[in-house]
Nanobody, 118 residues
Framework: QVHAVESGGGLVQAGGSLRLSCSAS????????LGWFRQVPGKDREFVAG???????SYADFVKGRFAISRDNSKNTAYLQMNSLKPEDTAVYYC????????????WGQGTQVTVYT
């Protein structure tokens, strides 16, 4: 299985920005479609953003216009740029990947905490 380390989370004031990184172990990283998910204690993980290996992006409605997913295949790294952060964005953020669109995403790391305060 793929292992990864998410980083870049932290404490930020509402309206601020953070950039999350996900450094992955997959030797064929460039062929994985990527996803970012988030989870609040007591709730299910929810989809935030996706990026196929061909470059197609998708976003949850609640982050459209604020977040952007990207990747650097030379570094085996996925990114999530988060702007105009809101308190309701507070969650643990996880990176994930899949090789086939028929499959569910596999969660690759332990997550990184994002806390947005007013």
């Amino acid at each position: 299985q793929v292992h990864a380390v998410e980083s870049g989370g932290g404490l930020v004031q509402a309206g601020g920005s953070l950039r999350l990184s996900c450094s992955a172990s997959a030797s064929t990283f460039r062929f994985f479609s990527l996803g970012w998910f988030r989870q609040v204690p007591g709730k299910d993980r929810e989809f935030v953003a996706g990026l196929t290996w061909t470059g197609m992006t998708s976003y949850a409605d609640f982050v459209k216009g604020r977040f952007a997913i990207s990747r650097d295949n030379s570094k085996n790294t996925a990114y999530l740029q988060m702007n105009s952060l809101k308190p309701e964005d507070t969650a643990v953020y996880y990176c994930a990947g899949r090789r086939n669109s028929r499959d569910d995403f596999d969660y690759w790391g332990q997550g990184t905490q994002v806390t947005v305060y007013t």
